[in-house]
């Protein structure tokens, strides 16, 4: 009977990691097709609208019509020093809404040590939903943080 016990537990165990397995090809497989992530639209990071450039905006979409800005600065953050990226949407139903790298989904602003962010994806499919990416270069001087460089992409699907 003990015997029994354990080979039906085991079974039970077998049958729950073969589901758990057949739920991972399928993420994969969602994964896979939102792929393709390219660059739409991008702009230079200057300050006082001067060269050189200090780094990137980037709006960019997968092949699922995700959107997501992206800033990714040339040299790591010095301390005092941070930047975040903006997708600011226009049209749908979500019109006028402004997402950072902060914004839940993000994965927070660009930090000393660090080079890039990206703010959360935003699926829209629908042709009259335009967006831009607007990138913020900060640096504290003891005051606070205060903007020293911006930049946007142009407004795009």
């Not at 990691?17 to 057949?22: Q, T, V, Y």
């Not at 092949?63 to 600065?73: G, H, P």
């Not at 010095?78 to 914004?103: E, F, H, W």
């Amino acid at each position: 009977m003990k015997t029994l016990s354990i080979l039906l537990s085991t079974a039970g165990l077998a049958g729950v990691g073969a589901i758990a397995l057949a739920a991972t090809p399928a993420q994969a497989a969602e994964a896979a097709t939102c792929s393709g992530a390219r660059s739409i639209s991008s702009a230079p990071m200057l300050r006082d609208h001067q060269p050189p450039s200090w780094g990137t905006i980037r709006l960019v979409r997968d092949n699922c019509y995700q959107y997501w800005a992206e800033v990714t600065m040339v040299s790591k953050m010095p301390a005092n020093a941070k930047a975040n990226a903006y997708l600011v949407q226009y049209g749908g139903a979500n019109s006028g809404r402004v997402l950072s790298c902060d914004s839940s989904g993000g994965n927070g602003s660009v930090i000393q040590g660090q080079r890039t962010c990206r703010t959360p994806k935003v699926r829209a499919t629908a042709g009259s939903i335009t967006f831009t990416a607007i990138g913020r270069e900060y640096h504290n001087y003891g005051g606070g943080y205060e903007e020293i460089s911006e930049n946007a992409t142009s407004r795009t699907r």
